[in-house]
């Protein structure tokens, strides 16, 4: 006598929402039992406050995922596009090892004077390598060289390149190695069909591309503004 098997759900039925809904209260919690912002991050963030542009700073809790992601990974090449102040930037220089190293590109040279500043306080100054320039450019001229080389690549910049930066950087990756993309939820408008400007569509088209690239493993997570990490196989 065959087992009783249960029958298999239908194609269409959908999994039942068990994400939390993070209020203000909610989060005030998560981060006072989750986040160890050091010192020096703190600083960083507040600085940072005082721009107009501050809201595109990373939050401590997706800084520390970083950090910690680095740590369990352990790359040895890595690769920032977009610094902005440098919260990414310092949260990866201080959890990478001693021999690894990190390029990070960033156009606009009073974000990378912030950034270095702090990367001097911290002592890791040497493990990070600055570039001052649009990014695409620089990444083409990595290819030529560099193809296939880095394993960690964090990626936090325009939208209007989106997808160059994701299938340039595929190309930069080796086999095995990571890339994290920061705002693939875009404040919640990908999902609002309402939202038809360039860059809610550039985001809704990355993570469809992402979705059906079958040679990358991936996680979208409802963290901060939404991160994607990528595994390429």
Request: hydrophobic content about 40%; overall charge negative; charged content about 25%.
């Amino acid at each position: 006598m065959l087992p009783n098997f249960p029958k298999p759900l239908p194609e269409d039925d959908k999994p039942v929402n068990r994400t939390v809904n993070v209020d203000d209260r909610l989060y005030q919690y998560l981060v006072n039992v989750s986040v160890r912002e050091t010192d020096l991050l703190k600083a960083l963030r507040r600085e940072t406050a005082q721009y107009h542009m501050a809201r595109m700073q990373l939050s401590p809790e997706v800084g520390q995922l970083l950090a910690l992601l680095i740590k369990l990974q352990s790359p040895k090449k890595l690769l920032e596009v977009g610094v902005f102040t440098g919260y990414s930037t310092l949260s990866m220089a201080m959890a990478m090892s001693e021999n690894a190293s990190l390029v990070a590109i960033e156009k606009k040279q009073m974000w990378l004077d912030i950034a270095t500043r702090y990367l001097d306080q911290a002592g890791v100054r040497d493990r990070v390598q600055t570039y001052c320039d649009k990014a695409l450019p620089v990444m083409e001229t990595f290819l030529e060289s560099q193809a296939g080389s880095f394993d960690f690549i964090f990626i936090d910049a325009d939208k209007q390149n989106l997808l160059a930066y994701y299938h340039l950087s595929k190309k930069l990756l080796q086999s095995g190695g990571c890339i994290v993309i920061d705002n693939t939820l875009w404040w919640g408008n990908v999902a609002d069909e309402a939202f038809t400007d360039k860059d809610t569509c550039i985001v809704r088209e990355l993570n469809k591309t992402i979705h059906q690239d079958l040679d990358v493993e991936l996680s979208l997570l409802p963290i901060g503004d939404g991160l994607t990490i990528i595994r390429k196989k």
